[in-house]
């Protein structure tokens, strides 16, 4: 099993970018997703998860809700976050976790937000 997360970067408040987390060896359609971050100094935070079913149900901390928005690829194997309008306090580093027991997790990419 890889999670191998990529996007991340420098964006100035209020821009976008979108963050990839490219799965492998396993059935990447079988599985929930869930985006989380940990901000420097800080804890863990769940932000954003997306169901494996045809539905592709999807769900928001509060944090982002409205700002984010998740996707999957299953041909691409394949976990988006589109990320917009971000501030000061998005700034974290991204990780990619597999299903709703978090079994697996990506080495997270760096998202800074600074002017």
């Known amino acids: 099993v890889q999670l191998v997360e990529s996007g991340g970067g420098l964006v100035q408040p209020g821009g976008s970018l979108r963050l990839s987390c490219a799965a492998s060896?396993?059935?990447?359609?079988?599985?929930?997703f869930n985006w989380v971050r940990q901000a420097p100094g800080k804890g863990l935070e769940w932000i954003s998860r997306?169901?494996?079913?045809?539905?592709?149900?999807?769900y928001y901390a509060d944090s982002v809700k409205d700002r984010f928005a998740i996707s999957r690829d299953n041909a691409k194997n394949t976990l988006y976050l589109q990320m917009n309008r971000v501030k000061p306090e998005d700034t974290a580093r991204y990780y990619c976790?597999?299903?709703?027991?978090?079994?697996?997790w990506g080495q997270g990419t760096q998202v800074i937000v600074s002017s």
């Open positions: 976790v597999r299903g709703t027991q978090g079994d697996y």
């Open positions: 997306i169901n494996g079913d045809i539905t592709d149900g999807t």
């Open positions: 060896g396993f059935t990447f359609s079988a599985y929930y």
